[in-house]
């Protein structure tokens, strides 16, 4: 599909028929899930941060300016799990009730894994998606001054469980596991 064919891109634009986060005249809004059961949910998302020479050999130096960068991160991705509603505009308020950031050197790369639970009418993907890059931001800021070309890549979910939808895995979660 040609980008001006493409909705999303300054295309045709979007029928607006029979959207969930949209009212009968087009507006935005939030799906009531007021009726829906509060059931357990959970979440895994990752993302990664490729790693310069210059920061990676501060990192397993222990040299890091600022601090310990890694456990900045984490406390960071908590953090940016909670605010979550606060940056995706359709996204609920949830009470969740635990978040943990993980973060692993792996080569050059730094890999950052959130896990998000809630016991809740709506899902915690957001939750964990926000939070694994929030961490990798921070991490960013916490090492910017050894060398800005960190690369932030490959955020995605690799796990869900809990709502309507069941539970899913990502292909390459069943690969790994499969594997192992």
């Not at 059931?39 to 130096?61: D, G, I, M, S």
């Not at 990798?136 to 939808?165: H, N, P, Q, T, W």
Request: aromatic share 4%; glycine share 10%; proline share 4%.
């Amino acid at each position: 599909m040609a980008p001006d064919e493409c909705p999303a891109l300054g295309g045709k634009g979007y029928n607006m028929g029979n959207y969930s986060h949209f009212d009968d005249s087009g507006r935005p809004m939030m799906v009531d899930v007021g009726g829906k059961e509060r059931t357990v949910r959970r979440a895994v998302a990752e993302c990664f941060v490729e790693l310069p020479e210059a920061v990676y050999k501060a990192l397993c130096e222990g040299e890091v300016a600022k601090g310990d960068p890694v456990r900045v991160a984490e406390l960071g991705g908590i953090m940016g799990a909670k605010r979550t509603p606060d940056l995706i505009p359709l996204c609920h308020s949830i009470n969740l009730e635990a978040v943990r950031v993980r973060c692993e050197l792996a080569q050059r790369r730094l890999r950052i894994e959130c896990e998000a639970s809630a016991r809740d009418a709506t899902g915690v993907e957001m939750e964990a998606l926000v939070g694994a890059t929030v961490a990798a931001l921070v991490f960013y800021d916490m090492c910017k001054a050894l060398d800005k070309g960190m690369v932030i890549k490959e955020a995605r979910l690799l796990e869900k469980s809990g709502g309507r939808s069941g539970h899913w895995k990502s292909e390459s979660e069943k690969n790994y596991e499969e594997n192992a």
